[in-house]
């Protein structure tokens, strides 16, 4: 066995002596192994990514994304720095593929998806007083929704809790908001 091959050819010269005669035969083992560097790994918060290699595939070789752990829709596969989309919730592993003459070398990267579940809540409340009962879904778990005034006035008796009591709001619109935020 021959281990600790150099990149590119290594020329092997093989030589067989019986007393003064010899016969000689050299062999070139080529190693088409590749450095790879698939790049950064990233985080995305709605679900899509732009993931860039180190470098194209070099000459004589080609280059593919694929997918590991998770999912993802790539925008172009063969194309070093890409666009995914449809990731899976939390984490993502993209492998970056260069194959040279049946060698394969690969390099992977993580994303995460922190994407948050969407954010819903009732209609329209109308009340005759400055107290008002709010009601939003309840996030996903692994996030946390957040009551917060946008426009008017209010104090939140639990601003995490989705079915929390606003109370000394404005006369007129008072917008509440619920953000709910992942990681």
């Known amino acids: 066995n021959v281990t600790n091959l150099s990149r590119q050819e290594n020329v092997f010269h093989y030589t067989i002596t019986k007393n003064s005669c010899s016969s000689k035969d050299v062999i070139t083992v080529r190693n088409n192994i590749l450095d790879v560097n698939a790049g950064d790994d990233q985080t995305s918060c709605n679900g899509t990514a732009s993931i860039s290699a180190a ?7 080609t280059g593919y994304w694929t997918i590991k752990t998770g999912n993802a829709t790539f925008s172009n596969n063969t194309n070093y720095n890409t666009t995914v989309t449809n990731l899976d919730p939390n984490l993502n592993v993209l492998v970056w593929n260069l194959n040279k003459n049946g060698c394969v070398s690969s390099d992977s990267i993580r994303v995460t998806n922190n994407q948050p579940s969407e954010a819903t809540v009732g209609s329209v409340i109308s009340v005759c007083g400055d107290t008002a009962v709010l009601n939003a879904v309840k ?45």
């Not at 470098?55 to 070789?61: E, F, I, V």
């Not at 692994?142 to 946008?150: D, K, N, P, R, S």
């Not at 104090?155 to 917008?175: A, L, S, W």
Request: net charge positive; aromatic share 10%; no cysteine.
């Open 55 to 61: 470098s194209a595939a070099p000459t004589g070789s």
């Open 139 to 183: 996030p996903a778990t692994g996030t946390t929704g957040q009551w917060q005034v946008f426009n008017g006035a209010g104090v939140f008796d639990n601003i995490y809790d989705e079915h929390t009591v606003v109370r000394g709001i404005n006369k007129g619109v008072n917008t509440m908001r619920w953000l709910v935020t992942k990681g």
